[in-house]
């Protein structure tokens, strides 16, 4: 493996980041230690969260950067993983919030939930419509002078929201958006490619992108109509790419997998990994096995031949 920079940061990470909205909701403490085990003992280093994670499962109390934390202080290893947490959704305010107020106070939670004095990357979670850019990002070189963030991203954008944001960094030499995070994967492409993914190339902001595995459709789990009692999730899933074209996208990662005796989802977030202005995917395993199956993908190399039949397939 080779890693990879985010940004202009000094944070360089393997093509793989493990996403962790699964943990305390679908994935218990313990199964979780045992997976975050898994994936620094292959050698990757960068764990994705956000302070809202789990908070939809009733009883749930931002479990994710708990567990997390109680892990780091457990094993005693924050010195060996990147901690990528996010700001700015709805914990109670009623609105999506970028303020410098919650942007200051917010992350204090954050880092007692993580038992930690600093976060490697914090992320701006959803845009705030009502706050400007400049206003949160003083909030944030606040912050990191204070030695509490190393870097900052952001996720969610569109074009003009990043290039502003970047424009606004750079006129009052505030910190920029090292990385963005959208949603990116073989049928779901118009939320990173073209405008959003000429300027990260441009810009050198690194994509970290979430539903790599279009929620388990490019797996290959989901073929036909009768697959949609496969799991809670099925019903919506077919609906939405279970048509022509994802068909298609199905035949092309078949042939592909069966070239490179890897499983679908392990070319999926290959694609991915292999495009312009991509640093890693970000997928979660709720299972040691699972995420050995997701290091497969992340070390798998796809050549041209590959990489040109799974695009003529999205067409």
């Given amino acids: 493996m080779t890693k990879r920079r985010l940004g202009r940061s000094e944070l360089f990470i393997e093509p793989l980041v493990l996403g962790t909205n699964v943990v305390g909701w679908t994935m218990d403490e313990a199964t979780s230690f045992?997976?975050?085990?898994?994936?620094?003992?292959?050698?990757?280093?960068?764990?994705?969260?956000?302070?809202?994670?789990?908070r939809w499962v009733p009883g749930n109390d931002s479990d994710s950067e708990k567990i997390i934390g109680r892990w780091m202080k457990a094993r005693g290893n924050r010195d060996k993983v990147l901690v990528f947490t996010k700001v700015g959704s709805d914990m109670g305010q009623g609105h999506k919030d970028l303020s410098g107020k919650w942007i200051i106070e917010e992350v204090e939670n954050s880092l007692r939930r993580l038992q930690t004095d600093?976060?490697?990357?914090?992320?701006?979670?959803?845009?705030?419509?009502?706050?400007?850019?400049?206003?949160?990002?003083?909030?944030?070189?606040?912050?990191?002078?204070?030695?509490?963030?190393?870097?900052?991203?952001?996720?969610?954008?569109?074009?003009?929201?990043?290039?502003?944001?970047?424009?606004?960094?750079?006129?009052?030499?505030?910190?920029?958006?090292?990385?963005?995070?959208?949603?990116?994967?073989?049928?779901?492409?118009d939320k990173f490619e073209g405008p959003v993914q000429d300027l990260c190339v441009a810009e050198e902001v690194s994509?970290?992108?979430?539903?790599?595995?279009?929620?388990?459709?490019?797996?290959?789990?989901?073929?036909?109509a009768d697959d949609a009692g496969k799991s809670p999730r099925g019903g919506g899933v077919v609906g939405k790419y279970l048509n022509e074209r994802g068909l298609?996208?199905?035949?092309?990662?078949?042939?592909?997998?069966?070239?490179?005796?890897?499983?679908?989802?392990?070319?999926?977030?290959?694609?991915?990994?292999?495009?312009?202005?991509?640093?890693?995917?970000?997928?979660?395993?709720?299972?040691?096995?699972?995420l050995h199956?997701?290091?497969?993908?992340?070390?798998?190399?796809?050549?041209?031949?590959?990489?040109a039949l799974l695009e003529a397939a999205g067409k």
């Avoid at 003009?160 to 963005?180: C, D, F, H, I, Q």
């Avoid at 990994?273 to 640093?279: D, K, M, R, S």
């Avoid at 497969?296 to 796809?302: D, K």
């Fill in 34 to 54: 045992e997976v975050f085990d898994a994936y620094l003992d292959a050698g990757f280093n960068a764990i994705d969260t956000a302070d809202s994670y789990s």
């Fill in 118 to 189: 600093y976060i490697d990357l914090y992320q701006s979670h959803w845009p705030d419509p009502n706050t400007p850019i400049a206003e949160t990002l003083s909030a944030y070189d606040t912050l990191i002078k204070a030695g509490k963030v190393r870097y900052i991203g952001t996720s969610n954008q569109d074009a003009a929201m990043l290039a502003e944001a970047l424009a606004v960094s750079k006129a009052n030499g505030l910190p920029r958006y090292e990385t963005l995070q959208n949603e990116y994967n073989l049928v779901t492409r």
């Fill in 207 to 224: 994509g970290i992108h979430y539903y790599g595995l279009a929620s388990g459709f490019l797996t290959g789990k989901y073929r036909s």
């Fill in 248 to 290: 298609r996208i199905l035949a092309a990662l078949d042939q592909v997998a069966a070239d490179h005796k890897a499983e679908l989802g392990q070319v999926a977030l290959a694609w991915v990994g292999a495009q312009p202005g991509v640093a890693a995917p970000i997928a979660s395993a709720t299972s040691v096995e699972q």
């Fill in 293 to 307: 199956s997701l290091v497969r993908g992340a070390t798998l190399t796809l050549n041209a031949r590959d990489l």
